[in-house]
């Protein structure tokens, strides 16, 4: 059945919202609801920027995919970017509004992940972000290796921001000032040094090293998404996960509690926080500051 709802100043159409889409009984129209209600802040974080789609076309539990490349029968107001690649190009989509995001919503795109750039300047990136995995150890030893992490960054001058992923781990992100001279390889090299120098204190708990049959049961400290292209899970993103937990920002402080788990938040509980306390990085970008 199709039916249409007002987002903004359009109309989306959507389809089928009693399909089930999550293994814990959660609908499509869920799925498109609370992405209509958390649009405002979900937006403010993604606005202009080039997004990758994870789509589960038959639900969370059945086969998904990884979209880049804008579908030919998006409407028009569904703003793109041709995004320059070895071998040629694609017209990836830029999440600039809340119909964007309800649309995807319809089209079976549960989770948006984001460029650390920008479309007007996709080679400049204003953001950095370490990506905290557990492997084998305890979420309070995330939560530790991310506060040594704002420690480290803090004394190069620069203001970190937590965010509980919604699935294992907790991103910690950093505003950047855009400049022509600070591209993607000097980002990523000055993430590798500062999580070198988090490893060299503590190596028997921390490590850079990707392959889990060599890290064991330390924490990665993953950089690789600091790279043209390279994409991180948006903020108030839901996850492909069962009970549709949310990548949740934090304020800082939030990382002492105890209680603190990387999936806490689901769809209404994410609404109801966003309602009574607001956006937890709603002025991050007044705390961008240049790469040292």
């Excluded at 989770?111 to 305890?138: E, K, M, N, V, Y």
């Excluded at 292209?229 to 993103?237: E, H, I, K, M, W």
Aim: proline letters at 7%.
């Amino acid at each position: 059945m199709r039916q249409t709802i007002k987002v903004g100043r359009r109309r989306v159409e959507v389809t089928r919202l009693d399909k089930p889409m999550f293994p814990s009984g959660e609908t499509k129209g869920d799925l498109v609801h609370y992405y209509a209600d958390v649009a405002e802040a979900l937006v403010r974080h993604a606005k202009g920027r080039p997004i990758a789609m994870q789509r589960f076309p038959e639900g969370v539990g059945h086969e998904g995919f990884f979209q880049k490349q804008a579908a030919d029968y998006y409407p028009d107001w569904v703003r793109t970017v041709t995004v320059p690649k070895r071998g040629g190009e694609l017209e990836e989509v830029v999440l600039c509004d809340a119909p964007t995001l309800v649309y995807l919503a319809n089209q079976a795109v549960v989770t948006p992940h984001l460029w650390l750039s920008r479309a007007d300047h996709l080679d400049r990136p204003d953001r950095l972000i370490f990506d905290f995995d557990p492997s084998g150890g305890t979420f309070a030893e995330i939560r530790r290796a991310a506060q040594d992490c704002g420690e480290l960054l803090r004394e190069e001058g620069l203001e970190p921001f937590a965010m509980v992923t919604g699935s294992r781990g907790i991103h910690v992100t950093v505003p950047l000032r855009r400049r022509a001279a600070t591209g993607f390889d000097r980002v990523r090299a000055f993430a590798r040094q500062v999580a070198e120098e988090m490893v060299a204190r503590d190596p028997r708990r921390l490590t850079l090293e990707a392959r889990k049959a060599k890290r064991g049961d330390r924490i990665l400290i993953d950089i690789m998404r600091n790279g043209y292209a390279q994409t991180a899970v948006a903020p108030y993103a839901l996850r492909a996960r069962d009970r549709a937990p949310v990548a949740m920002p934090l304020r800082w402080e939030e990382l002492e509690d105890s209680r603190l788990r990387p999936d806490r938040w689901r769809m209404k509980s994410a609404l109801e926080r966003l309602e009574q306390d607001g956006d937890a990085w709603s002025d991050i970008r007044s705390h961008a500051r240049p790469l040292p």
